[in-house]
């Protein structure tokens, strides 16, 4: 069974860089059906879409956050990755990782769209 | 690329239906059959319920169904257990994806 796990520093300092990577056991991270997000919730608030990525490296980033953010994959490992540049207290969230499924309906459109399966999430607070 | 409307809180005792809408925009929610729902327990990640406006995934209960008119996507759950106390949010794929402000639900 397919599980995502995040990892990465629980505390980062205002304008520094925070840095997550989402580990994808039971299955690979190559598959054609699948596209991999980021998605987080600051505390007593909703979820934001950060942005997401394909085994083969295309990305799409939510404009608001775009000039910040970069989402990378590497294959070998079976991992995606978030760096999220200079932060401030409002991008103290819970970081989700989760994956896109989408496939191609019966006119060669992709459809779905949706996340399918969410890692537990892991909890990143800025401050000095 | 302006989040989905969602009411803050709706409730209904054991038993009753509820529904949550989802409002976008003729840009999002309008023009694409790619709305999804989700629900949140406290402290837990959240969980696909309907995807696709209407389809839901294998294991999820059919007390949860899922709707669209224009611009606003519905979540409706029938027969109501103390178990769907939890928030909901809506979200919608129009090339990139937007979630709504989600909805806390309580079982009185």
């Known amino acids: 069974q397919l599980q995502l796990q995040e990892s990465g520093p629980g505390l980062v300092k205002p304008s520094e860089t925070l840095s997550l990577t989402c580990t994808v056991s039971?299955?690979?991270?190559?598959?054609?059906?699948?596209?991999w997000g980021w998605i987080r919730q600051p505390p007593g608030k909703g979820l934001e879409w950060i942005g997401s990525?394909?085994?083969?490296?295309?990305?799409y980033y939510n404009p608001s956050l775009k000039s910040r953010v970069t989402i990378s994959v590497d294959t070998s490992k079976n991992q995606f990755s978030l760096k999220l540049s200079s932060v401030t207290a409002a991008d103290t969230a819970v970081y989700y990782c989760?994956?896109?499924?989408?496939?191609?309906?019966?006119?060669?459109?992709?459809?779905?769209?949706?996340?399918?399966?969410w890692g537990r999430g892991t909890l990143v607070t800025v401050s000095s | 690329q302006s989040a989905l409307t969602q009411p803050a809180s709706v409730s209904g005792s054991p038993g009753q239906s509820i529904t949550i809408s989802c409002t976008g925009t003729?840009?999002?929610?309008?023009?694409?059959?790619?709305v999804s729902w989700y629900q949140q327990h406290p402290g837990k990640a959240p969980k696909l319920m309907i995807y696709?406006?209407?389809k839901r995934p294998s294991g999820v209960s059919n007390r949860f169904s899922g709707s669209k008119s224009g611009n606003t996507a519905s979540l409706t759950i029938s027969g109501l257990q103390a178990e769907d106390e939890a928030d909901y949010y809506c979200?919608?794929?129009?090339?990139?994806?937007?979630f709504g402000g989600g909805t806390k639900l309580t079982v009185l």
């Open positions: 990525i394909y085994y083969s490296g295309s990305t």
């Open positions: 979200c919608s794929y129009a090339g990139l994806w937007v």
């Open positions: 039971g299955g690979s991270i190559s598959s054609s059906s699948y596209y």
């Open positions: 989760a994956r896109v499924h989408y496939y191609y309906d019966s006119s060669g459109y992709r459809s779905g769209w949706y996340f399918d399966l």
């Open positions: 696709e406006v209407s």
């Open positions: 003729s840009s999002d929610v309008g023009s694409y059959n790619l």
